[in-house]
């Protein structure tokens, strides 16, 4: 069931809607860290600016980690093949 939930981002209030409150409290907490983060280091732009650039970091890091996956999921298909391989051969050989 979707419903509202109200979460603070950059010092600002937003009632965003979602089926599961714990994810979207979960990713507005995260925005919010990179936000208050960013705001720390970069404290002469916008909220604007800020909110671009926790956007892009957020989005570097979900490349990131889905490149990362794609190439933990080639590895691991490899190594099972590589497996199947050898117990074929051993299976082989016990005939």
């Known amino acids: 069931m979707i419903q509202s939930i109200r979460v603070k981002i950059g010092g600002k209030e937003y009632t965003l809607r979602g089926e599961d409150e714990h994810?979207?409290?979960?990713?507005?907490?995260?925005?919010?860290?990179?936000?208050?983060?960013?705001?720390?280091?970069?404290?002469?732009?916008?909220?604007?600016?800020?909110?671009?650039?926790?956007a892009l970091n957020l989005a570097e890091i979900n490349y990131d980690l889905k490149s990362q996956s794609a190439a933990d999921t080639e590895f691991i298909s490899s190594e099972f093949d590589k497996m199947s391989a050898f117990l074929e051969q051993c299976w082989k050989k016990e005939k």
């Open 23 to 54: 994810k979207v409290r979960s990713c507005a907490a995260e925005v919010d860290s990179q936000f208050q983060e960013l705001q720390g280091k970069l404290q002469d732009q916008s909220t604007a600016t800020l909110a671009v650039v926790s």
